[in-house]
């Protein structure tokens, strides 16, 4: 079946910094990928997504791009914010629409 | 347009007894899917449905899970007899008709079994 494996948590880092969460993926086909985001106490958010090969999904400074020739999708902001503190997932669709996801990396941002 | 709705928000329940999540899809969305988020791991999927049909149930435990979503109303988890390792935050997502791969969440309802 499909897989997620995203680095582990907690992730610290200070306002301004730059972020990368790495994401890496099984799946057959032509899978769809997606980061996720999850505040305290809330529901996951759609933060971004891709449905092909060498597509950028952006969104509120971040960004990930399909790599297929690495099975990777990894997540970046080149500034973070202490309102980026939360936990963020990535997943894979590789179809019947049901999504995989990793394990989630808290981030941190600090003053 | 109102988000996915989940309810309860936090649910307590003893061992043995029975817990009843519901949820609403977003107006026009007609997928619906459950997911569970044990501590410290990510979602695991569950069940797909739509309106009157279970389309994908490979994620559902074999006995004492059941999911419905009927014509009319909200979708429903229903978990029996529950045991302390059923606690945990299970998440309602929806989507439309046409856009099948892009899943919006609810708050999640949070179990937990005494």
């Known amino acids: 079946g499909d897989s997620v494996t995203q680095m582990e948590g907690p992730v610290t880092l200070s306002e301004e910094a730059f972020l990368t969460i790495n994401c890496t993926y099984t799946?057959?086909?032509?899978?769809?990928l997606f980061w996720y985001v999850q505040y305290p106490g809330e529901g996951l958010q759609l933060l971004l997504k891709?449905?092909?090969?060498?597509d950028k999904g952006s969104n509120k400074g971040f960004e990930a791009t399909y790599r297929k020739e690495t099975t990777s999708f990894h997540l970046e902001k080149g500034s973070v914010q202490v309102s980026d503190s939360a936990v963020y997932f990535c997943?894979?669709?590789?179809?019947?629409?049901?999504?995989?996801f990793g394990t989630g990396t808290q981030l941190k941002v600090e003053l | 347009n109102a988000g996915v709705m989940q309810n309860p928000r936090h649910l307590v329940r003893r061992r043995g007894q029975e817990a009843r999540l519901r949820c609403s899809p977003m107006?026009?969305?007609?997928?619906v899917y459950w997911y569970r988020q044990l501590p410290e791991e990510g979602l695991k999927f569950m069940v797909y449905?739509?309106?009157?049909?279970?389309?994908?149930e490979s994620g559902m435990p074999k006995e004492r899970f059941s999911a419905e979503f009927p014509k009319e109303g909200p979708s429903i988890l229903r978990i029996q007899q529950v045991v302390r390792g059923d606690s945990a935050a299970y998440f309602c997502?929806?989507?439309?008709?046409?856009?099948?791969?892009?899943?919006?969440f609810g708050p999640g309802t949070r179990l937990t079994v005494l």
């Open positions: 107006k026009g969305h007609s997928h």
């Open positions: 997943a894979v669709e590789g179809g019947g629409n049901k999504l995989t």
């Open positions: 449905l739509q309106k009157e049909n279970i389309i994908d």
């Open positions: 997502a929806s989507s439309p008709r046409d856009r099948d791969n892009e899943q919006f």
């Open positions: 891709a449905t092909k090969a060498d």
């Open positions: 799946a057959t086909g032509y899978p769809s």
